[in-house]
């Protein structure tokens, strides 16, 4: 019987959760939820001085933003020392670990030496199999492995293929610095085996990193897990992701007003296919998704590609969900927090009135609250530059005129106010757009809007005929 399926994410708490990671995430995700199995979420906070309790916060809420949910509860790898201690210790005392007291200045001359002679190695191992009675008395030892020397260490990557290297390159790696901490490398094989990880899920940065840490797990006995390194996302012009292409933190994204089900969407699509597919549900995506069908090359970041995928999502968003979606993003896009305290219950059933026509204009959670502006707006209405230059005497008459006739609506809807603005058209001999665009500007002090008849239908008569008579003239 086959073990269950146990993949892990594992940053470290050093800053937001870059899209990267956020994508890193997903995929472990989907593969576990694929086969029934867990996905755990590893804390590497290791590294003292740089992680911040904000920083573990950023990463917790933006997989949960995301809607990735883990399993079991989080584990921080610092306060798992001890067993990383024990385990440098136990390679010790069995002779596949060894002292090691070079000093930095000898370090580094090896170093120096190693890259003038254009070798991969960099340390010597000269404490390798040295008698520590030799060791000089002011030297706090490292703990390093004992590498095989000869052969070949492979991965066998369900992405990148068979990964070869020669053990005569690769260095004996500390496990143990000077100071009793544990290295990442060995941290995180002593964490993936004592949690059961069976895939290692994670970016091909990590590629040098797999042949370490199998060669710790060959010295230890244990089984390795089944490793895919998916490429890097790269800006659209094929060089490293920067942050004007869009390397930034997912609650970056969030406050750009993205949808999670549309950046989850994207962000599988970044580097997986599944034939010419580009929209997926949630449960699409677990039942499709697979290892070997993730592509080698680097994926390109596409802003225009991930709007137009947002606004898909918009579009085809449920007009209740989307109302909560518009509150609750109230609080984290810019330009928001103001509309809050006017949200009552007329405000809402407004919106709620407005929100096919808002939607199918917006691409963003920011453009349908930009949108949905004239709802919220005081009178008498800001009227924008552009708007307010066609605002002449003529057409403040017109717009009282108009006022006028609108008034004898008894059944205010979309229906009926067209009707009468059709019939004053008539009767004055003038285009339906020459009354359309005044009385836009009146009613929500821009040049575009969702259909006219909709705002009117959407603020009401009272609500209407006030902003009408702010901009009309008698």
């Not at 059961?196 to 060669?215: E, P, Y």
């Not at 010419?276 to 993730?294: K, N, V």
């Not at 453009?367 to 707006?377: D, H, S």
Request: proline share 5%; aromatic share 6%; glycine share 8%.
């Amino acid at each position: 019987m086959t073990a269950p399926v146990v993949t892990r994410f594992a940053p470290s708490p050093t800053g937001f959760l870059h899209i990267g990671g956020g994508r890193t995430a997903l995929f472990n995700w989907l593969y576990a939820r694929k086969h029934g199995g867990k996905m755990l979420l590893r804390i590497e906070d290791t590294d003292r001085a740089r992680s911040t309790p904000e920083a573990i916060d950023a990463i917790l809420d933006g997989l949960t933003w995301l809607g990735i949910e883990w399993d079991d509860d989080v584990v921080y790898q610092f306060s798992r020392v001890a067993r990383h201690r024990e385990i440098a210790e136990q390679l010790l005392a069995e002779g596949k670990a060894y002292r090691c007291y070079a000093t930095s200045e000898e370090l580094s001359q090896m170093r120096e030496k190693a890259r003038a002679e254009g070798r991969a190695k960099l340390y010597d191992g000269r404490w390798r199999d040295r008698d520590p009675s030799e060791a000089p008395p002011d030297v706090k030892p490292t703990i390093r492995l004992k590498a095989p020397l000869t052969g070949e260490t492979v991965i066998e990557d369900q992405v990148q293929g068979r990964i070869v290297w020669q053990n005569e390159n690769l260095d004996d790696l500390v496990l143990l610095r000077g100071d009793g901490t544990p290295t990442y490398m060995l941290a995180v094989v002593v964490d993936d085996h004592d949690m059961g990880v069976t895939h290692i899920i994670r970016g091909d940065d990590h590629l040098i990193n797999a042949a370490r840490q199998k060669q710790i797990y060959d010295t230890l006995g244990w089984a390795v897990p089944i490793m895919a390194h998916i490429p890097l996302i790269h800006g659209p012009d094929g060089s490293k992701l920067s942050k004007r292409h869009g390397a930034l933190g997912v609650d970056a994204y969030r406050a750009m007003g993205y949808l999670p089900a549309a950046l989850r969407n994207y962000l599988v699509r970044l580097g997986w296919s599944h034939g010419d597919q580009e929209i997926f549900s949630t449960q699409e995506m677990i039942e499709a998704f697979d290892l070997p069908a993730i592509g080698r090359s680097a994926a390109r970041f596409d802003f225009a590609k991930l709007e137009n995928l947002n606004g898909h999502y918009i579009r085809n968003c449920d007009d209740h969900a989307l109302m909560r979606l518009f509150e609750n993003a109230l609080d984290y896009v810019p330009r928001g927090a103001d509309l809050k305290p006017k949200l009552n219950d007329v405000t809402r059933a407004q919106l709620l009135r407005a929100m096919p026509g808002l939607k199918e204009r917006a691409k963003t959670l920011i453009e349908l609250i930009e949108g949905a502006r004239f709802i919220f707006a005081d009178r008498p209405l800001t009227i924008e530059a552009k708007a307010a230059a066609l605002l002449t005497p003529e057409t403040r008459a017109l717009i009282g005129r108009l006022r006028a006739d609108l008034e004898s609506v008894t059944s205010w809807t979309a229906e009926t106010t067209e009707a009468a603005m059709r019939t004053f058209a008539e009767q004055n001999n003038l285009k339906l757009g020459a009354i359309a665009q005044p009385l836009r500007i009146a009613l929500t002090g821009r040049t575009t809007s969702p259909g006219i008849f909709d705002v009117l239908a959407t603020l009401g008569k009272e609500t209407c005929l006030a902003r009408l008579r702010d901009q009309s003239s008698p």
